[in-house]
């Protein structure tokens, strides 16, 4: 994770997106799966039919069997789509209500519905399917009671439609349990994801982008810039006299300094600009769209306000900074040379008298 708000421009795949992702592949799937089970049992109601002499019943499975097999081709041709759970849904509720109706083949069309519970908590969660079974519930409940209902030509005896209704509402509640764990698991399962993703980019001491980060963030810039023809500016800064302050003041103080220099680096950079810590008490800024002199620039602005921490400490402590610059293009050398031209710059400052930046 690149520190502060730098994250959004630096090539990482979003773990929300990518969850989104394999979810809707999820839902695809499980359309699939629903669509499969659904002609199979249309198609034996349509034999079963057929073999009885009910020419008018198999004439219509089988006509909704040929329409269900087109939906499966036609989803698989369209690739994962967010509409395919819904239009999926939609042609099983017809298939659903036609066979509550009819009663199917010797009335047993509402045993469909064993397999509709579970396809709707699957093709749309826990809390969506749920709300779409309890509205199928209910309007099952009105075909079901509701004397001389328009169209309902099944026989069905008072016991079978209690006894139905009990079920149908037993089994969404069992499903949504199951589907609710899953869930749950499933969030915690990303959420140590990320956690591990930010512990694996991330310094501890300081919050910043660590080294190894640093690297594919650079990678992915010279990735980038090979197509884009951008430049980009690397400075390392490395604190002056850090050992001394350490053995005088304690390590304590000294990691709260590397704290306070962490700070003032991401609070004076841009959105898109990387800050790393990128050794005991070396940092690493990575500025893309940025020229040499615009890079010395921030890092003389980024010196002066390093060099100001020294009066926030009681007693005053003397902090300051030395920076190295160096600018990279499409046309420059590897990454790892221009690291190497800064960091020489870097000890030229130091050499020179510390506290200054050297960007030639």
């Known amino acids: 994770m690149i520190s502060g708000n730098n994250s959004q421009n630096s090539g990482f795949r979003d ?13 695809v799937q499980a359309s699939g799966y629903m669509l ?4 199979a049992i249309t198609g034996a109601m349509a ?3 057929l073999s009885g002499g009910d020419l008018w019943q198999a004439t219509t499975l089988f006509a909704v069997g040929g329409l269900i ?13 967010p509409k395919t759970p819904l239009l999926v849904g939609a042609l099983l509720l017809v298939l659903y209500f036609y066979l509550l109706l009819s009663g199917g083949v010797n009335n047993t069309g509402l045993m469909w519905a ?11 969660g826990h809390k969506h399917g749920v709300a779409a079974l309890l509205a199928i519930g209910g309007a099952t409940a009105l075909v079901l009671f509701y004397p001389n209902f328009p169209g309902l030509t099944a026989d069905y005896d008072t016991a079978y439609r209690v006894r139905f209704i009990a079920v149908f509402g037993s089994l969404t509640a069992l499903t949504a349990l ?14 140590l994801t990320q956690e591990l993703e930010s512990h694996a980019s991330t310094d501890a001491l300081t919050g910043l982008a660590n080294r190894r980060e640093a690297y594919r963030a650079m990678n992915e810039l010279e990735r980038r810039n090979r197509h884009l023809s951008g430049r980009y500016t690397v400075l390392i800064g490395d604190l002056d006299n850090f050992k001394t302050i350490n053995d005088t003041y304690g390590h304590a103080f000294g990691d709260r300094v590397l704290q306070d220099v962490a700070e003032v680096l991401r609070g ?3 959105a898109g600009d990387i800050v790393a810590r990128w050794g005991g008490e070396e940092f690493l800024l990575l500025l893309p769209n940025t020229d040499l002199q615009g890079g010395g620039k921030l890092a003389e602005k980024l010196r002066g306000k390093v060099e100001a921490l020294s009066d926030q400490y009681d007693p005053p402590v003397q902090i300051s900074i030395s920076f190295g610059v160096a600018e990279g293009g499409p046309s420059s050398s590897t990454h790892g040379q221009l690291l190497a031209e800064a960091d020489a710059r870097m000890y030229r400052a130091k050499e020179g008298g510390r506290n200054q930046v050297v960007a030639l």
């Not at 509709?116 to 749309?124: A, D, E, M, R, S």
């Not at 698991?185 to 959420?191: A, V």
């Open 15 to 27: 773990p929300v997106q990518e969850a989104h992702q394999i979810e809707l592949r999820r839902r």
């Open 36 to 39: 499969i089970f659904s002609l």
């Open 47 to 49: 034999v079963i039919a």
């Open 69 to 81: 097999l087109c939906a499966y081709i036609s989803i698989n041709l369209m690739g994962p789509s």
């Open 114 to 124: 064993v397999m509709l519970v579970p396809g709707f908590i699957n093709l749309y």
């Open 178 to 191: 199951l589907d609710s764990s899953r869930h749950q698991t499933q969030q915690l399962l990303h959420r």
């Open 268 to 270: 004076n950079t841009r």
